[in-house]
């Protein structure tokens, strides 16, 4: 079965420091990933995806991301974080087992950065 | 111009009762898709049309009916609503990878 995983509920982070929040995934063939944010009491928001092509992707807000197909892992960066990066991040996975474009969700991760 | 709506943003009824939640897109995209986001966050998808015609149904309880009366809309409707079907459901529609998601709906049974 596909699956994703967020290892960390929650990740603090002080402001100007990098982040990183975790995202593995275990799927059957090659996976799309995607990290999408949601803000409190909003829809998600697309913020970067990784089809095929280089390995680290660049997204909006200066999010970043690392494909590592070895580790199974496609980890959110951030060289500075910004209070108002804090927010509800979900890391997704879908792919050519279907042909629906479901996107099958991890658990988020909650960043909170203080200033 | 709002991308994906949905209606009503906020939902509270009692358990029995039959409810609708819509949605519509002004993207021009063919497929859109019902999520639900329970109360621990964790997102789940329920259904997606495509083009008007169902391509996925998960494991939903068939209180749940979603109908599509063109491609630019997705309704769910849930009959005899029950406790645990609290939750948020965010309405969604897809170009190629990238899905846009609704404001969501909070639904709260009682």
């Known amino acids: 079965a596909q699956s994703v995983a967020q290892p960390e509920d929650q990740v603090n982070v002080a402001e100007g420091n990098p982040l990183t929040v975790k995202c593995t995934y275990s799927v059957s063939g090659n996976p799309y990933l995607f990290w999408y944010v949601q803000y409190p009491n909003r829809g998600l928001q697309f913020l970067l995806k990784y089809i095929t092509g280089d390995n680290l992707v660049k997204g909006s807000y200066g999010f970043e991301a690392e494909f590592n197909k070895s580790q199974t892992s496609f980890h959110l960066k951030k060289p500075s974080a910004l209070v108002s990066d804090s927010a509800l991040y979900f890391c997704?996975?879908?792919?050519?087992?279907?042909?629906?474009?479901?996107?099958?969700f991890g658990q988020g991760t909650t960043l909170q950065v203080k200033p | 111009d709002t991308a994906v709506s949905q209606t009503p943003k906020y939902l509270v009824t009692q358990m029995g009762n039959d409810k609708s939640i819509k949605c519509e897109q002004n993207?021009?995209?063919?497929?859109m898709y019902w999520y639900k986001q329970d109360s621990k966050k964790f997102l789940k998808i329920m259904f997606s049309y495509n083009n008007k015609e169902l391509i996925i149904n998960e494991t939903v309880p068939n209180r749940f009916s979603p109908k599509s009366p063109d491609k630019a809309h997705l309704n769910l409707h849930i009959n005899s609503l029950e406790l645990g079907d609290s939750a948020v459901y965010f309405c969604a529609s897809s170009w190629r990878d990238e899905q846009y998601f609704g404001p969501g709906t909070r639904l709260t049974v009682t």
């Open positions: 997704a996975v879908s792919g050519l087992w279907d042909h629906t474009g479901k996107l099958i």
């Open positions: 993207l021009g995209h063919d497929t």
